[in-house]
C-alpha cells in the first residue's frame, strides 16, 4: 500500500506539467510552419539554441510530418560519453539536441558569455510535449525494465487523452531484435516512439533504426521510470535550484556517484580547454552568436 502512494504521489507531481502546456499546445498547432533553428556547438555537440516553447513546437512540428526526426538530450554525463566515442557523437550529429542540466548552462557560459534560455530536460519536456498534441497521437514505448513500459502506457494513456499508446518493450533485448522491434514500430503506424534505454544505447539505436521505424523518435532517459513511478522524481523546490542531481545521487549512489561526482572534472577541464583554444584562434562569440 505504501508503495502504491509513493507511484502515485511520484506520478502526480508530474501533473503540473500539464497545465504549464496548454499555451505550448495553441503555438504546437500552426500546421505545418517552418521553425527556425539556431545552433551553439560545445565540443563535438550541437545544440538547438530555443526555449521550452520552441523546443514543444519544433518536436510537434516534426511529428505531424512525420519526419523520421529523432531528438535526444544531452547533460554533462552525455557529453563525456560523446567525447570519448567517435560512434556515440556520430549518432547525436544525427539528432535535434537539447541542452540538459547545470553543466551545460555552465558550459555555455563559459564559451559563449550566458546560459541557455531554459532547461530542456526530457523529463519535464515530454510530458510538455504530449500534453500540447492536437490530434490523436500513436506512441510506442521502448525501454525500462520488464513492466514499467506497461504501467507507463497505462499512465501516459490516462494523462494525455490524445495519446493512443500502440505497443510497448522493454529495454532488455538481443540487440539481434533491433530490426524486429522496428518493423513492429511501423507497423503499428506509430507516430512517436519514447525510447528510455539511457546512454548511449537509446541514441545508437536511434540513430541506427529511425528510418526503418517511419515515426519520430524522443530519447527520454529515465522518464519512463518517473512516469511509472518506479523511481520518484525530486521535490519541486529541489528542481527550481537546479540541484535535482544530488537527489537522484542520494538516491542510487553506486551507479551515479562516478557520473555527477567524476565526471565534472574532466568536463570542465574539456570546456576550458575550448575556450582557450577559441581564445587562440579568434573565435571566442558572444552569447547571441551561432557557432
Known amino acids: 500500500m505504501a508503495a502504491h502512494s509513493k507511484s502515485a504521489a511520484s506520478r502526480g507531481d508530474m501533473a503540473p506539467e500539464r497545465e504549464d502546456a496548454v499555451a505550448l499546445a495553441r503555438t504546437a498547432a500552426l500546421g505545418g510552419a517552418k521553425v527556425a533553428t539556431s545552433i551553439n556547438r560545445i565540443g563535438k555537440v550541437a545544440f538547438e539554441l530555443t526555449d521550452r516553447q520552441g523546443a514543444v513546437l519544433k518536436m510537434a512540428t516534426a511529428i505531424r510530418a512525420r519526419s523520421c526526426g529523432i ?5 554533462m554525463h552525455t557529453f563525456n560519453l560523446a567525447r570519448r566515442s567517435p560512434a556515440f557523437a556520430s549518432a547525436l550529429s544525427k539528432a535535434t539536441i537539447f541542452n540538459d542540466g547545470l553543466g551545460i548552462d555552465v558550459a555555455r557560459m563559459i564559451l559563449f558569455g550566458a546560459p541557455f534560455p531554459d532547461n530542456l530536460n526530457g523529463t519535464d519536456l515530454t510530458p510538455a510535449l504530449l500534453a500540447s498534441l ?9 525501454g525500462s525494465q520488464p ?3 506497461d504501467e507507463a502506457a497505462r499512465q501516459l494513456e490516462r494523462r494525455f487523452p490524445l495519446v493512443t499508446v500502440v505497443g510497448r518493450q522493454h529495454g532488455y ?9 522496428a518493423d513492429r514500430i511501423r507497423a503499428a503506424q506509430t507516430d512517436l516512439v519514447l525510447v528510455g ?70 568536463f570542465l577541464w574539456a570546456v576550458s580547454r575550448e575556450r582557450l583554444q577559441r581564445r587562440a584562434s579568434g573565435r571566442l562569440a558572444p552569447a547571441n552568436c551561432l557557432v
Open 71 to 75: 531528438f535526444a538530450f544531452c547533460n
Open 134 to 142: 492536437d490530434r490523436r497521437t500513436s506512441v510506442f514505448i521502448l
Open 173 to 181: 533485448f538481443d540487440r539481434n531484435e533491433s530490426g524486429r522491434i
Open 197 to 266: 534505454m539511457g546512454n548511449p544505447q537509446q541514441e545508437l539505436w536511434a540513430a541506427e533504426m529511425a528510418a526503418r521505424t517511419g515515426a519520430v523518435i524522443l530519447c527520454v532517459g529515465a522518464f519512463l521510470d518517473f512516469v511509472s513511478g518506479r523511481i520518484s522524481r525530486a521535490p519541486r523546490f529541489v528542481r527550481t535550484i537546479r540541484c535535482e542531481w544530488l537527489y537522484r545521487l542520494a538516491l542510487e549512489p553506486m551507479r551515479l556517484s562516478r557520473r555527477y561526482l567524476g565526471g565534472a572534472v574532466p
Open 147 to 149: 513492466g514499467v513500459a
